[in-house]
């Protein structure tokens, strides 16, 4: 049987067909384009009802995480705690009728709060009060304020561009609109099905084709294959990180907990330059080197009973590995292999410890000392520049300069949690910090000179710094070298021929 068409309905079927597909594309580009819109403005607007505000970024100060045209979303906040080494929302000192968005890096002793743009070098020049602090930032959602700022700068170009794909997309999504109704089933069979003309048989009969070729519904049926397409892309659009928790940190609390995406404690110490970094994340029991990843070769060794491989202090780290120092003869030393050095007259002693709970037996954090391995007395041997715990668990930060020279908190640091100590020294006098607040100085800029030595963690000899000890197990005289192990959880030791700056030391803890 021969069938014959028309060869211009074919071609027209055709071009209808193509003509829709390219009206379909067009369609899904812009639901697409306005759907995504959508969603970033609902990002925006919907935490206001949760007592949330978003603040437009028109400066970059706070680059690169935190862009021009990015709004940043704060809820209300003013413990300084809180606040410490994050970013916050309030008055400018300089200019009372507008808002600042920096980083708190340190709490003044005035109790007023220092801050500082992170693409700035140096911290704000006005200190901040408390009060005029407008909130914490929880969400930053990117670019989405852009237009506000296009408008207010004068940058018709881009505005015009913008406003420009919002208009096309409205249009393509309406002529995608007309196309489905076109298309819609139940449509009588126009001009768009082709019809078998009638042919003459053998028989000399007609023969009409009676079942015409549906192309409209055919294309309906190809458009619903499109719509599944358009739903997977725009889910996967949806998915993108145009709200992120970049900016804040992970707290004590449970259910206020936020990711630091983009902030890393390694990389952070590594760029301050230390002059040894001991990780502690090493395991096994046959483990006897703590490898040095400041990348200077100055790895420490396991001496004694010491576990490894238990949880560590930072959230960000993977492993998040530590130590557990198990008896009085334990000890993390720098290796044979490291010739002593001459002590630094300028320097940071950095670890993290976690005591366990009614914890009195004292002990060494970091320090210097000599000899490279055990404990000397005076005569033979020295120790100084180092961070220990008394036995109420008061931390303590000191050096020998023709007398003891320390610093103290208040005890209570037995609580089983990870904290950060930090203890600085320069010309300046000393520092000791704690979880990146300064808690406490000294103008001493002065420790034992013309020594050498080596750098050891988790013990070293205390003996005649009893001086303002407080609770059990006070160290003896001089005479009796005493090693005083610090038999709790330790993590990141690390040390700095320069004493790190408070924001400095601030923003390490913020990293974890």
Same mark, same amino acid.
């Not at 505000?53 to 979303?73: A, C, K, T």
């Not at 804040?248 to 390694?266: I, L």
């Not at 000392?369 to 007395?377: F, K, Q, W, Y």
């Not at 408070?502 to 913020?510: G, K, T």
């Given at each position: 049987?021969d069938?014959d068409?028309d060869?211009?309905?074919?071609?027209?079927?055709?071009q209808q067909?193509?003509?829709s597909?390219?009206?379909?594309?067009?369609?899904?580009?812009?639901?697409?384009?306005?759907?995504?819109?959508?969603?970033c403005l609902v990002i925006t607007?919907v935490?206001?009802?949760?007592?949330w505000?978003?603040y437009l970024?028109?400066?970059?100060?706070?680059?690169?995480?935190?862009?021009?045209?990015?709004?940043?979303?704060?809820?209300?906040?003013?413990?300084?705690?809180?606040?410490l080494?994050?970013?916050?929302?309030?008055t400018d000192?300089?200019r009372?009728?507008?808002?600042?968005?920096?980083?708190?890096?340190?709490?003044?002793?005035?109790g007023?709060?220092v801050?500082?743009g992170?693409?700035?070098?140096?911290p704000d020049?006005?200190h901040?009060?408390?009060?005029?602090?407008?909130?914490?930032g929880?969400l930053l959602?990117?670019?989405?304020?852009l237009p506000?700022?296009w408008?207010?700068?004068?940058?018709?170009?881009?505005?015009?561009?913008?406003l420009?794909?919002?208009?096309?997309?409205?249009?393509?999504v309406?002529?995608d609109?007309e196309?489905?109704?076109?298309?819609?089933p139940?449509?009588?069979?126009?001009?768009?099905?082709?019809?078998?003309?009638?042919?003459p048989?053998?028989?000399?009969?007609?023969i009409?084709?009676?079942?015409?070729?549906?192309?409209?519904r055919?294309?309906?049926?190809?458009?619903?294959?499109?719509r599944?397409?358009?739903a997977v892309?725009?889910?996967?659009?949806?998915?993108?990180?145009?709200?992120?928790?970049?900016?804040?940190?992970t707290?004590?609390s449970t259910?206020?907990?936020?990711s630091?995406p +983009?902030?890393? %404690?390694t990389?952070?110490?590594k =760029?301050? !330059?230390?002059?040894?970094?001991?990780?502690?994340?090493e395991? #096994? @029991?046959?483990?006897?080197?703590?490898?040095?990843?400041?990348?200077?070769g100055r790895?420490?060794?396991y001496?004694?009973?010491?576990?490894?491989?238990i949880t560590?202090?930072?959230?960000t780290?993977?492993?998040?590995?530590?130590v557990?120092?198990t008896?009085?003869?334990?000890c993390?030393?720098?290796?044979?292999?490291v010739?002593?050095t001459?002590?630094p007259?300028?320097?940071?002693?950095?670890?993290?410890f976690k005591?366990?709970?009614?914890?009195?037996?004292?002990?060494?954090?970091?320090?210097?000392?000599r000899?490279?391995?055990?404990?000397?007395?005076?005569s033979?041997?020295?120790?100084d520049?180092?961070?220990?715990?008394?036995?109420?668990?008061?931390?303590?930060?000191g050096?020998y +300069?023709g007398? %003891?020279q320390l610093?103290?908190? =208040?005890? !209570?640091?037995?609580?089983n949690?990870?904290h950060?100590a930090? #203890? @600085?020294?320069?010309?300046?006098?000393?520092?000791?910090?704690?979880?990146?607040?300064?808690v406490?100085?000294?103008?001493?800029n002065?420790?034992?000179?013309n020594?050498?030595?080596?750098w050891?963690?988790?013990?070293?000899?205390?003996?005649?710094w009893?001086?303002?000890?407080s609770?059990?197990?006070a160290?003896?005289?001089?005479?009796?070298?005493?090693n005083?192990?610090?038999?709790?959880?330790l993590?990141?030791?690390?040390?700095w021929?320069?004493?790190?700056?408070?924001s400095e030391?601030?923003?390490?803890?913020?990293?974890?």
């Amino acid at each position: 049987m021969d069938i014959d068409t028309d060869p211009a309905t074919c071609s027209d079927s055709a071009q209808q067909a193509a003509y829709s597909r390219v009206r379909l594309a067009g369609g899904l580009v812009g639901r697409m384009w306005l759907w995504f819109l959508a969603g970033c403005l609902v990002i925006t607007l919907v935490p206001v009802l949760f007592g949330w505000r978003p603040y437009l970024i028109e400066s970059g100060s706070m680059e690169p995480r935190i862009h021009v045209g990015d709004v940043v979303i704060a809820s209300p906040e003013q413990d300084p705690q809180a606040l410490l080494g994050r970013v916050a929302v309030f008055t400018d000192p300089d200019r009372p009728d507008r808002n600042k968005t920096h980083r708190v890096i340190e709490a003044a002793d005035d109790g007023r709060l220092v801050t500082k743009g992170d693409a700035n070098p140096t911290p704000d020049s006005q200190h901040v009060a408390v009060s005029d602090v407008h909130g914490l930032g929880r969400l930053l959602v990117g670019f989405v304020g852009l237009p506000v700022v296009w408008l207010q700068s004068g940058q018709w170009l881009w505005l015009v561009l913008f406003l420009v794909s919002i208009a096309l997309s409205v249009r393509w999504v309406s002529r995608d609109h007309e196309d489905e109704q076109d298309d819609a089933p139940g449509d009588p069979p126009t001009d768009r099905m082709l019809s078998a003309q009638a042919a003459p048989t053998r028989s000399g009969l007609d023969i009409a084709a009676s079942r015409p070729i549906p192309l409209a519904r055919a294309s309906h049926r190809h458009r619903w294959a499109w719509r599944i397409g358009y739903a997977v892309a725009l889910a996967a659009a949806l998915l993108l990180p145009t709200s992120t928790a970049a900016f804040s940190a992970t707290t004590r609390s449970t259910g206020n907990s936020w990711s630091v995406p +983009n902030y890393d %404690y390694t990389n952070e110490v590594k =760029a301050l !330059g230390p002059y040894l970094y001991w990780k502690l994340d090493e395991t #096994g @029991t046959g483990t006897t080197a703590a490898t040095d990843s400041s990348g200077n070769g100055r790895p420490g060794e396991y001496n004694g009973s010491i576990t490894k491989g238990i949880t560590g202090a930072l959230v960000t780290d993977t492993p998040n590995n530590a130590v557990s120092l198990t008896s009085a003869n334990s000890c993390i030393n720098t290796a044979s292999s490291v010739a002593a050095t001459t002590a630094p007259a300028a320097f940071t002693v950095a670890a993290w410890f976690k005591a366990p709970v009614g914890y009195s037996k004292g002990g060494k954090l970091i320090g210097f000392e000599r000899p490279r391995t055990g404990v000397a007395a005076p005569s033979v041997g020295q120790y100084d520049r180092m961070l220990y715990l008394d036995g109420n668990a008061r931390l303590r930060f000191g050096v020998y +300069n023709g007398g %003891y020279q320390l610093i103290s908190t =208040a005890g !209570g640091w037995d609580d089983n949690a990870w904290h950060l100590a930090v #203890g @600085t020294m320069n010309s300046a006098g000393m520092a000791l910090y704690v979880d990146g607040v300064r808690v406490g100085t000294n103008s001493n800029n002065a420790a034992e000179s013309n020594t050498s030595g080596w750098w050891r963690a988790g013990c070293g000899n205390l003996a005649g710094w009893a001086s303002g000890w407080s609770g059990p197990n006070a160290p003896p005289a001089d005479a009796t070298p005493t090693n005083y192990t610090f038999q709790g959880g330790l993590d990141e030791a690390a040390v700095w021929t320069k004493a790190l700056t408070a924001s400095e030391v601030a923003f390490l803890y913020f990293t974890r």
